[in-house]
C-alpha cells in the first residue's frame, strides 16, 4: 500500500485535487471517472463527491493509494 501525505495551507482541498497530487491518475478527468464510479473511498466511506472537502485528518484512497491530508 502507498501512503502520501498531502500538506495544505488552507482550510481544505477538494478531493479530486486530493488525488491529483497523490498521483491516483495522470489526469483530471480520470480522476473525475474515478470517483464518479464509486472506485474513491473517503474516511472508509464510498464518496461520489469529487468536490468534497478534505480537511487535515481526512484520508481518501483508491486501489492501493492512500492520501492523507496534513496542515503545513
Known amino acids: ?6 500538506a495544505i495551507e488552507s482550510e481544505y482541498i477538494k478531493l479530486d485535487n486530493l ?6 491518475a495522470p489526469t483530471g478527468g ?3 471517472l474515478l470517483i464518479q464510479n464509486g472506485e474513491v473511498r473517503v474516511n472508509g466511506e464510498i464518496c461520489t463527491q469529487r468536490g ?3 480537511r487535515p ?3 481518501a ?3 492501493d493509494l492512500v ?4 496542515a503545513k
Open 1 to 6: 500500500m502507498k501512503s502520501e501525505k498531502i
Open 19 to 24: 488525488l491529483k497530487l497523490a498521483g491516483a
Open 30 to 32: 480520470q480522476i473525475k
Open 52 to 54: 468534497k472537502k478534505m
Open 57 to 59: 485528518g481526512d484520508r
Open 61 to 63: 484512497s483508491y486501489q
Open 67 to 70: 492520501a492523507e491530508v496534513v
